[in-house]
């Protein structure tokens, strides 16, 4: 089993930043990729961006590019979120994932999860 911790969000007003980390704990030899999905009140759960752990695949959604910047530390098995240039559309509940098996592709992979911390843009 794999255990992952959010911490970081808040509320930030339009066009500011904030960082996103996750921690992996238990059997982290087993992970191969991790990334980041929201979910805002009303609308399926989004996947966003992702980071292989073991080459320097990454992946992010077209409406996040250029705005958010995922990035890696294996010797303290965190993945960290940046996001900068905040837009209102960005509010929701931002969660950390880890795929069961394989690398960042395709989200239905996604075996374990954080359980989720709230990010919040004002207009």
């Known amino acids: 089993q794999v255990q992952l911790i959010e911490s970081g969000g808040g509320l930030v007003q339009a066009g500011g930043s904030l960082r996103l980390s996750c921690v992996a704990s238990?059997?982290?030899?087993?992970?191969?990729?991790m990334g980041w999905f929201r979910q805002s009140p009303g609308k399926e759960r989004e996947f966003i961006t992702a980071i292989s752990r073991r080459t320097n695949s990454t992946y992010y959604v077209d409406s996040v590019k250029g705005r958010f910047t995922i990035s890696r530390d294996n010797g303290k098995n965190t993945v960290t979120l940046q996001m900068n240039s905040l837009k209102p559309e960005d509010t929701a509940v931002y969660y950390c994932?880890?795929?069961?098996?394989?690398?960042?592709?395709?989200?239905?992979?996604?075996?374990?999860w954080g359980q989720g911390t709230q990010v919040t843009v004002s207009s």
């Open positions: 238990g059997r982290t030899s087993s992970v191969y990729a």
């Open positions: 994932a880890a795929p069961g098996s394989g690398t960042i592709w395709p989200p239905r992979k996604y075996d374990y």
